[in-house]
């Protein structure tokens, strides 16, 4: 997944995202800090929302059924993945990924994971906190690889 899917998915369900929500056009465009005029273009998919908006958008409705349906249970994540083109540093505490990831290998304290919905891989501690994000499973297992050894250093 990247930048351009991320945009036009969200973008497509703008008007579920609102209607789950319960906020009409008004609250929704003022929420995301846009005109009403701008709102209803993106509803109506006649235009797509900017980068900062679908940000803001996932970030405001992280809990959004419809957002974890496209982008998994970690939806900030996997835009944080697409931003920083991976993430390579320990970041946030995790669930541990029991419902929507599929363990893919694990050794020692570390573990890698692949979302199920947005294909991403994420690679885990003992503790649940996420070590390293991208879209690449090569990368991945390499990080997964160095995390390992540096672990027995």
């Avoid at 003022?30 to 679908?54: D, H, N």
């Avoid at 320990?90 to 893919?104: A, M, N, Q, S």
């Avoid at 694990?106 to 994420?122: A, D, T, V």
């Amino acid at each position: 997944m990247n930048q351009e899917q991320i945009i036009e998915q969200i973008s497509r369900r703008t008007l579920l995202i609102r209607t789950e929500a319960g906020y009409s056009q008004e609250t929704m465009a003022a929420v995301l800090g846009m005109s009403k005029k701008t709102l209803v273009q993106i509803e109506k998919e006649r235009t797509l929302a900017s980068w900062t908006t679908v940000v803001a958008m996932i970030a405001l409705f992280s809990d959004s059924e419809i957002i974890q349906l496209l982008l998994g249970d970690a939806p900030l994540e996997v835009v944080r993945t697409v931003a920083h083109n991976g993430l390579d540093r320990p970041k946030g505490k995790t669930l541990g990924g029991k419902v929507w990831w599929r363990g893919i290998e694990q050794e020692g304290q570390y573990r890698i994971q692949q979302n199920l919905i947005s294909q991403h891989y994420r690679i885990l501690d003992a503790d649940d906190y996420v070590w390293f994000s991208t879209f690449d499973e090569e990368e991945a297992l390499e990080r997964f690889r160095e995390l390992l050894k540096n672990q027995g250093a």
